[in-house]
């Protein structure tokens, strides 16, 4: 089947349409970063950059480290911006742009989310390092997509129980890391998690500064919510998205966190920066030791 210029969108020189790239662009390993500007404190560690692009908040850099290729991609803020971002890299690899048909043989993306993250459970210190073992999607995205395996329903239902979940929202959904992947990634300094990700950073994670949460104990639902010995360790706005469209697509994925908020406690990292690099360095040593 031929995709139509309605479905497929390229720019004029043949790039994605909001990437702004080409096949040849991408490295099979990527690195996502919500802030463009992270790119660079990602890209500043290669031994060398080829491709420097950008459109919106979509900036890319690709370069090699240790002779392994990769490429480092902004996503901007939100499982909206997610829902751009792995549809466009999984076409710049498994679809023809120029017959704009599906190729037989399919590429499967190695994807590593570094980003920020607040956590909800008092003994998660401020500035540690979680890996998204699971995941709970709050934005719904899941749902816009045929999806026939879920296969955490129970836990879902649980957790709507538990926490009296509002019909007027989403139905929450749970998706899981690519174990092979995430096993590159264990280490005595790297929590395993079960991450929630929200539609918004004010109403949306309970924070109230002009206008009040439509649940004024949204935290403290989700902080209580236990199923089989697990409980829902920190909040952010990309995780779900990342999971669940991986998985749809074929591709591997895990979430790395620094944790720069404690909700529970009120503490917020003294110095975020140093946190945020200390994790970027260590995900690079990961990449180019082992996959």
Not at 24 to 40: E, F, K, M, S
Not at 214 to 237: A, P, V, W
Not at 254 to 269: D, P, Q, Y
């Amino acid at each position: 089947m031929q995709l139509s210029p309605s479905e497929l969108i390229l720019n004029a020189d043949g790039s994605i349409y909001h990437l702004n790239l080409l096949p040849t662009d991408i490295a099979h390993i990527i690195i996502t970063v919500g802030d463009p500007d992270r790119v660079l404190e990602v890209s500043k560690h290669f031994d060398s950059v080829e491709i420097r692009k950008g459109k919106r908040e979509f900036l890319t850099h690709t370069g090699r480290l240790n002779g392994k290729r990769l490429s480092v991609i902004s996503t901007g803020i939100g499982t909206d911006n997610i829902d751009i971002v792995l549809n466009e890299l999984d076409a710049l690899v498994n679809i023809d742009f120029k017959t704009r048909t599906i190729n037989q043989n399919r590429i499967r993306l190695q994807i590593v989310r570094v980003g920020t993250s607040g956590a909800i459970q008092k003994d998660i210190p401020v500035d540690s390092f979680l890996m998204s073992q699971y995941s709970i999607g709050f934005d719904g995205l899941l749902h816009f997509y045929k999806n026939e395996n879920n296969l955490h329903s129970q836990m879902e239902d649980a957790f709507m129980e538990q926490t009296d979940w509002s019909p007027s929202k989403a139905r929450p959904y749970i998706t899981e890391f690519s174990k092979n992947l995430g096993s590159h990634f264990i280490d005595n300094h790297i929590r395993l998690g079960f991450t929630a990700t929200s539609t918004g950073f004010y109403g949306p994670q309970g924070r109230r500064l002009r206008l009040a949460s439509s649940d004024g104990e949204f935290i403290q639902k989700i902080g209580r919510f236990s199923y089989e010995n697990r409980q829902i360790t920190n909040l952010e706005m990309e995780t779900s998205g990342i999971y669940a469209l991986s998985k749809l697509l074929g591709h591997e994925a895990v979430s790395l966190n620094c944790i720069l908020a404690n909700r529970a406690t009120g503490e917020f990292s003294k110095n975020p920066p140093k946190s945020v690099s200390d994790l970027i360095q260590f995900t690079l040593e990961r990449i180019t030791k082992h996959t």
